[in-house]
């Protein structure tokens, strides 16, 4: 898949078959992380992987997530947290760039993943001061996103469906409502 065909087949999946994510793969996708650019290459990216089933199932009960709604993170074979060491920040004009810097490099890994065929879903409905107490973080670390990581299930579930028309999932702004021409 060429850059456009990777950008226009991804979407957020939030039902896996249970089959592991090879290895091989899994470092393909963290390498894409560690590549990404940064402010003052300060690369402030932390990644959290969790590739046990049952380590798994012990997150999704762990991480303060907003009600049932991301309760299917426990299915898939590969859970990644993007998390950010703020003591790597950097501000310019008044905004600190540790979440820019965190997303461009998560989403250079969602985007490797869905290369290999891969769905992924970026979260940011849990509760970080849970999962922060969970996973013993240090202070200095945010928690920026979980995606689970995992071959796309046929059968979506109900909860599934609902989830992505609520939120319009297939909708996009048309370009003239985001792009001015100076
Ligand atoms: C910052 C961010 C937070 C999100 N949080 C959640 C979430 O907590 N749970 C969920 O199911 N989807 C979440 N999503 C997925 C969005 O609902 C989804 O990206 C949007 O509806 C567009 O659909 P698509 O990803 O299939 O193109 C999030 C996406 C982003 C970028």
Redesign the pocket.
Known sequence: MNIKEIINV???T?NFLPDPVPQEILEEILEAGRLAPSAQNRQPWRYLVFNDNRKIRELAKNCGL?GL??F?IKEAPLVIIACAETKSNVRINNQDYYLVDTAISFQQMILTATAHGLGT??????SEKTLSKYLQLPPSWRIV?ISPFGYPAEKKSLYSKA??AL????DRLPMDKIVTYK
């Open positions: 991804r979407k957020s939030r907003i709604s991301n299917f879903c970026w979260m940011a409905a849990f996103a989830l992505s939120a319009k999932s297939k």
